[in-house]
């Protein structure tokens, strides 16, 4: 009986080791391609190639220039945002007169109340139909084309700087002759003056018509703008 139970160990033996290189050199095949697999873009979230490139889905594509003495400024216009400048109860309505599915947006600066809307129209034409009477509203720009950078807007006036050497008789006659009334000297002494116009993108086209006629040393919109707690 020892010899047979000798073979038969031995036999046991040698079936367990074959199973053993069976089974480490199927995990070896299955492994191979899992380990490539595991560094494949798809799973690491790196694009392969152009088509997996798309643009940020809060990217903006409307812009509007304007200077700044006389360096040439851009700014993108939000397509969801507005700015009620002096917000009233009158305000309120008249924006959801506009767009009934407005939702005040919570904002710590005060004199300012944003608003997030959904015009078909566009965010510019809505703030135009929503300024009526003492209810003053501007879109929503940004300093890039995304809604993640700084925001600011118009709530009307422009700041025009005029030579040192024009007296303040001649800059009035000037504001008459232009339609325009000098609501504040910005700076005494120094011939800066806000002038009044609209809120929104209107104060902006006149700031840019007004230092095209060359009679300026510089003419910029009166922006708001946000500022982030520190």
């Given at each position: 009986?020892?010899?047979?139970?000798?073979?038969?160990v031995?036999?046991?033996?040698?079936?367990?080791?074959?199973?053993?290189?069976d089974?480490?050199?199927?995990?070896?095949?299955?492994?191979?391609?899992?380990?490539?697999?595991?560094?494949?873009?798809?799973?690491t979230?790196e694009?392969r190639?152009?088509?997996?490139?798309?643009?940020?889905?809060?990217?903006?594509?409307?812009?509007?220039?304007?200077?700044d003495?006389?360096?040439?400024?851009?700014?993108?216009?939000?397509?969801?945002?507005?700015?009620?400048?002096?917000?009233?109860?009158?305000?309120?309505?008249?924006?959801?007169?506009?767009?009934?599915?407005g939702?005040?947006?919570?904002?710590?600066?005060?004199?300012v109340?944003?608003?997030?809307?959904?015009?078909?129209q566009?965010?510019?034409?809505?703030?135009?139909g929503?300024?009526?009477?003492?209810?003053?509203?501007?879109p929503?720009?940004?300093?890039?084309?995304?809604s993640?950078?700084?925001?600011?807007?118009?709530?009307?006036?422009?700041?025009?700087?005029f030579?040192?050497?024009?007296?303040?008789?001649?800059?009035?006659?000037?504001a008459?002759?232009?339609?325009?009334?000098?609501?504040?000297?910005?700076?005494?002494g120094?011939?800066?003056?806000?002038?009044?116009?609209?809120?929104?993108?209107?104060?902006?086209?006149?700031?840019?018509?007004?230092?095209?006629t060359?009679?300026?040393?510089?003419?910029?919109?009166?922006?708001?703008?946000?500022?982030?707690?520190?």
């Amino acid at each position: 009986m020892a010899p047979m139970n000798k073979t038969l160990v031995s036999i046991v033996a040698l079936a367990l080791t074959a199973c053993t290189k069976d089974a480490n050199s199927s995990k070896e095949e299955a492994g191979a391609p899992l380990g490539r697999s595991v560094s494949t873009p798809a799973q690491t979230g790196e694009p392969r190639g152009k088509s997996a490139q798309r643009p940020a889905a809060d990217e903006l594509t409307t812009s509007f220039e304007y200077f700044d003495g006389s360096d040439k400024r851009t700014v993108w216009l939000s397509t969801e945002l507005v700015a009620e400048f002096a917000p009233t109860e009158t305000g309120r309505e008249a924006l959801l007169r506009s767009d009934p599915s407005g939702v005040e947006v919570p904002q710590k600066q005060q004199g300012v109340r944003l608003w997030r809307v959904h015009p078909a129209q566009g965010t510019d034409a809505l703030a135009r139909g929503a300024s009526t009477g003492s209810a003053r509203f501007s879109p929503v720009l940004h300093d890039g084309p995304s809604s993640s950078l700084p925001l600011r807007a118009l709530p009307g006036g422009v700041v025009a700087t005029f030579a040192a050497d024009w007296k303040r008789a001649r800059i009035d006659a000037w504001a008459v002759a232009h339609k325009l009334s000098i609501t504040s000297e910005v700076i005494a002494g120094g011939n800066v003056f806000e002038l009044a116009t609209p809120p929104g993108l209107e104060s902006l086209q006149i700031a840019n018509q007004l230092y095209a006629t060359g009679e300026l040393l510089a003419c910029t919109p009166n922006f708001w703008q946000q500022f982030s707690p520190r």
